[in-house]
């Protein structure tokens, strides 16, 4: 149970993806502009992150580790993520088109989005910041804490589109509308959530 | 020779990747906290850059179209895990200290965004300096910030305590944010007064041209 919240806690608030590891700034500040889409990008990161952790998981420890070609992760890991948000688009498409007509258009974007690789490297990497004494990895972790990770990737995408649909009400000089005020207004997010890096378990 | 002046140009300046086109933010919003961090991704994207790119020029006429992108993708994620190796022999420290961030060059959009855009269309030597520029842009981007947020975050300056006073702020992800919105801000701006005083140099110059012509 202490393992469950400290990792719920650690993706969500104090290591959250975006305001404290910087990973997925590309779509963060790319695709929020408007609530809905968002909401929607961060849905199917979540989704692509969820599954890609539940393949390249196993396939690192009970295949590229007893074959020792853990240098090859990289190559693989890529290539996992890039045939998975294919596939994931196909399967959509033909399942659900109206899921499709709100989420498809985000999907190919999310092969080349840093938070998905980055998941899947840091549940093989070094934990034991957040797992508890005496626990181990294993896969039920690992995509516990990228189901976490996505819901405050995507909290944060939608605290962010929010104050940005506000900021289209105002007027301001040319070099500083689009990218500059954004980051400014994500500076904001960043050290509201410092806040919760005084959360010690 | 004029066209290599404009691609050196284009990195730098006109189409730098960090200010202008706003590409490859994971690392630079990462890593800026620290001078040293932020100049070793920087070189090491320089170097992994012009490599791709050469790479990708020279096959352009073999690659098939409809499946490019996988073909680039395992270009650069080959040129990653070279790089990665070769950091972790032979300079730790940077290895180190750029952490995660290594292995995520692979998804970094300036190498895909420059195999797309320039290397699949250009010769091998247009494509190796067009690298080599893209790169200097964005390494002597990310130094200057690192700069700046180490300087006031930390007091430090490439790991050198330099003085006392210091804004913690800027050395967490939330003064990375402010610096980088803030150099963009200022970039543009110069960048945009400057283009406008040559282009009205030039419409001075043509029409001076044209009033000792009609005289």
């Known amino acids: ?201 | 020779m004029n066209k290599f002046k404009k691609i050196t140009l284009d990195g730098l300046i006109f189409q730098n990747p960090t200010f202008i086109l706003v590409l490859g933010t994971c690392p630079t919003l990462g890593l800026i906290n620290s001078a040293f961090s932020s100049m070793g991704m920087g070189l090491t994207v320089l170097v992994i850059l012009t490599l791709s790119n050469v790479l990708i020029s020279l096959l352009r006429k073999l690659i098939p179209n409809e499946v490019r992108i996988p073909c680039y993708i395992v270009i650069i994620a080959t040129l990653v895990t070279f790089a990665r190796m070769f950091l972790d022999k032979f300079l730790p420290d940077l290895y180190e200290s750029l952490g995660g961030f290594l292995a995520l060059i692979v998804v970094n959009c300036i190498i895909l965004g420059r195999a797309e855009a320039f290397a699949n269309k250009h010769t091998v030597l247009e494509s190796a300096v067009d690298g080599v520029s893209q790169g200097l842009g964005f390494t002597l981007a990310l130094t200057i910030m690192g700069v700046i947020c180490e300087f006031f975050g930390k007091g430090s300056l490439f790991g050198f305590a330099i003085m006392d006073f210091k804004i913690a702020m800027l050395a967490t992800p939330a003064g990375a944010f402010l610096v980088y919105g803030i150099s963009i801000a200022v970039f543009v701006y110069v960048v945009d007064g400057v283009q406008r005083m040559l282009r009205v140099k030039t419409n001075k110059l043509a029409r001076e041209n044209m009033l000792k012509e009609a005289a």
Not at chain 1, 109 to 138: H, Y
Request: proline fraction near 3%.
């Open chain 1, 1 to 201: 149970m202490g393992t469950f919240i400290a990792i719920v806690l650690a993706a969500v608030l104090t290591n959250n993806f975006i305001t404290a590891k910087t990973y997925g700034i590309c779509p963060f500040l790319g695709v929020s502009k408007k609530t809905s889409s968002a909401a929607g990008m961060g849905v199917a990161v979540t989704l692509v992150m969820v599954i890609a952790t539940l393949v390249t998981y196993p396939i690192y420890t009970y295949v590229m580790i007893p074959l020792k070609i853990e240098f090859l992760e990289i190559i693989f890991f890529i290539f996992i993520i890039a045939s998975l948000v294919q596939m994931l688009e196909k399967i959509i498409q033909k399942i659900s088109p109206s899921l499709y007509g709100a989420m498809g258009i985000y999907l190919p974007l999310i092969t080349t989005n840093c938070a998905v690789l980055g998941v899947t490297e840091l549940v093989i990497g070094d934990m034991s910041g957040i797992l508890a004494e005496g626990a181990a990895m294993n896969i039920g972790w690992a995509v516990l804490y990228a189901l976490f990770a996505g819901v405050g990737f995507t909290l944060v995408m939608v605290i962010m589109s929010g104050m940005r649909e506000k900021l289209n009400c105002y007027k301001m000089p040319k070099a500083i509308a689009g990218f500059p005020i954004a980051m400014v207004t994500a500076c904001f997010i960043c050290m509201a959530f410092m806040v919760f890096s005084y959360i010690s378990l």
